[in-house]
């Protein structure tokens, strides 16, 4: 792999995440423009339905970009959605050379970019610093292939294993800098899922709180409406609403209640083990274009998203505090596996520390 197409794609890579929470559900992007050995043009896809990253680095382009290298961390688009195909614009501008980290996920369009520009006599490079932009990427590549929520499970724990003391006391269990670093996963993702046991014990709002971030819409797993109408949750005013999933077991007059409130969107999932089915929420979720869930449930929803094996990623956050209780509540909880072949396997685990606090990052095998 050329050290130099390394360099310029790192960049590129590091421009794309400058739209994170403001692309959903369209990809991150970015691209960087090279004539003579030097950057003349640079980009990403800043928001939902604005232009593309190539657009933007050629409009940014200090200089007449004719046999110039594009570098770009997607496939250049061969269709009209809210743009015309950036991989024309590219062939229209006569540039020589196209770097490309990966190839567009979507089955309905993958290679068709890439086989335009070299139709026109383009060179075309590709998979460079693939992986860094599938991990990029990882929400909508999921989301572009099966039209489901890309799920991130988050946990806090003491060290012994307990999210809360015997009289359930929870906060605050982390510090201060693994709550911020939950705050910009918040603003990257379309939606944060909770439990009605959390909104009725610790009334959350489930904002970002990032200054120019982006809330997320509010999900709550409630099958018999049991949310309290005062609930902080149900009074925010903002542009995304807070959804409530229950079943035809929930009480009627609350129902039609929460269905007069401007920012609430009730949905009726029918009921599996006389709870919400959560496989049937996730479907429909995907269909209204949220394509990330951050959940941060209590256990015994954190037990039914592994059971229903919906988690893509684990994020547990491990503070150095111990509180003990064979009451005390832990992370999973639910009826549980019975037996070890039971248990959800991870992969690619990383570590990070904040502070004391440890965050263990892991995917979920598939396989």
């Given amino acids: 792999m050329d050290s130099k197409d390394v360099f310029y794609m790192k960049r590129a890579l590091d421009l794309s995440l400058k739209g994170a929470g403001k692309t959903s559900p369209n990809p991150l992007v970015g691209a960087v423009i090279v004539k003579d050995g030097k950057i003349i043009g640079e980009g990403f896809h800043q928001h939902f339905g604005g232009p593309h990253a190539e657009v933007n680095a050629i409009n940014n382009a200090s200089e007449d ?28 501008k006569k540039f020589k050379k196209a770097v490309i980290a990966m190839i567009d996920p979507n089955p309905k369009v993958s290679g068709r970019g890439a086989s335009i520009l070299l139709q026109n006599g383009i060179e075309v490079v590709t998979g460079v610093l693939e992986d860094e932009a599938r991990k990029i990427n990882e ?10 929520p890309f799920c991130i499970l988050k946990t806090a724990m003491t ?23 939950v705050y910009e996963i918040r603003n990257r993702v379309s939606g944060i899922m909770v439990g009605v046991n959390t909104i009725i014990n610790d009334n959350p709002s489930l904002t970002t709180r990032i200054d120019g971030g982006t809330d997320a819409t509010r999900i709550i797993v409630d099958s018999r409406l049991r949310i309290p109408l005062d609930s902080k949750i149900l009074q925010i005013d903002s542009p995304k609403k807070t959804i409530i999933a229950t079943t035809e077991m929930a009480d009627k007059e609350k129902l039609k209640a929460l269905n007069s409130m401007k920012n609430v969107s009730v949905v009726i999932t029918p009921p599996k083990d006389s709870m919400v089915d959560l496989a049937f929420l996730f479907d429909w979720l995907g269909g209204q274009e949220i394509d990330s869930v951050l959940v941060e449930g209590g256990s015994t929803l954190n037990f039914s998203i592994l059971q229903k094996k919906l988690a893509d990623k684990v994020i547990a956050f491990i503070a150095p505090k111990i509180v003990g209780g064979e009451s005390s509540k832990t992370p999973v909880g639910g009826k549980g596996f019975e037996h070890l072949s039971e248990a ?24």
């Fill in 65 to 92: 970009v004719e046999g110039a290298t594009i570098y770009v961390t997607l496939e250049p688009c061969s269709h009209f959605g809210k743009t015309p195909p950036c991989a024309n614009l590219i062939v229209e």
């Fill in 139 to 148: 929400v909508f590549l999921k989301y572009i292939r099966e039209r489901r």
């Fill in 159 to 181: 060290l012994d294993g307990k999210i809360a003391t015997r009289t359930g006391e929870s906060m605050w269990i982390t510090n201060e800098k693994s709550r911020r670093h």
């Fill in 344 to 367: 959800v396997l991870l992969k690619d685990v990383s570590i990070r520390r904040f502070d004391d606090d440890i965050m263990v990052e892991a995917y979920v095998r598939k396989d």
